[in-house]
């Protein structure tokens, strides 16, 4: 089976200051990565995926996320936040042998802070 | 394109009473999943269907909760009766490939869930 641990719940970070999500996933197969983002009072949006190829993968708003096999790892970065980025934050894995089936993470309640 | 709507986005009932969820997933896409998040705890996965059928349903917690989706299209989730442990957010998704783990599932904004 799969799970995932996001280790920090609630994240607070000064606007233009960098910020880290962590993720680490636990699996015994490979796993396919994603992150999503839930902004206020709106659905869970895709903000980027690793498949394969690349560990280095740059999704929309100016994020990106490295996947470390190693580490089983697959933190979110962004060099600089916006106001516009406090959101609750998923990361999710899924597996060739579950289907579409995703484990999520507890989530990550980024705050940007003016 | 419409994404994925639900409907309501927020219900109050009182324990012991019934409550139905509706999702109305992306036209043409074939997979249709329910998921639910307790507070403060992860988003967890109920069921998938794919076109009227249940493929998996090894996440439904327990014969309280009965899922539904006639002719393929929308879906229903009835909870009946009610606990104080069923609130939550129930969100529902929709992807078009059922492919190997590598497919992009589509959210709807959730619908909260309050027992009282």
């Known amino acids: 089976a799969q799970s995932v641990t996001q280790l920090d719940s609630q994240v607070p970070v000064f606007e233009e200051a960098p910020v880290e999500l962590r993720c680490n996933y636990s699996?015994?197969?490979?796993?396919?990565l994603f992150w999503y983002v839930q902004y206020p009072n709106q659905g869970l949006q895709l903000l980027l995926k690793y498949l394969s190829g690349s560990t280095l993968v740059k999704g929309i708003n100016g994020f990106e996320a490295e996947f470390n096999k190693s580490q089983t790892s697959f933190h979110l970065r962004k060099p600089s936040v916006h106001i516009s980025d406090t959101a609750e934050y998923f990361c999710?894995?899924?597996?060739?042998?579950?289907?579409?089936?995703?484990?999520f993470g507890t989530g990550t309640s980024l705050t940007v802070i003016p | 394109e419409a994404g994925v709507t639900q409907f309501p986005s927020h219900s109050v009932i009182e324990k012991g009473q019934t409550v139905t969820l509706r999702c109305d997933p992306i036209s043409g896409h074939d997979n249709l999943y329910w998921y639910r998040r307790v507070m403060g705890k992860e988003i967890k996965f109920l069921l998938h269907?794919?076109?009227?059928?249940?493929?998996?349903e090894s996440g439904m917690p327990n014969n309280r909760f009965l899922a539904e989706r006639t002719g393929g299209t929308y879906s229903t989730l009835k909870v009946q009766p009610a606990e104080l442990e069923d609130s939550g957010v129930y969100f529902c998704?929709?992807?078009?490939?059922?492919?190997?783990?590598?497919?992009?599932?589509?959210f709807g904004q959730g619908t909260r869930l309050t027992v009282v």
């Open positions: 699996s015994s197969v490979s796993v396919y």
């Open positions: 999710a894995v899924s597996a060739s042998n579950t289907g579409n089936q995703f484990y």
């Open positions: 998704a929709s992807s078009q490939i059922q492919g190997r783990g590598n497919t992009e599932a589509f």
């Open positions: 269907f794919v076109k009227e059928s249940k493929q998996d």
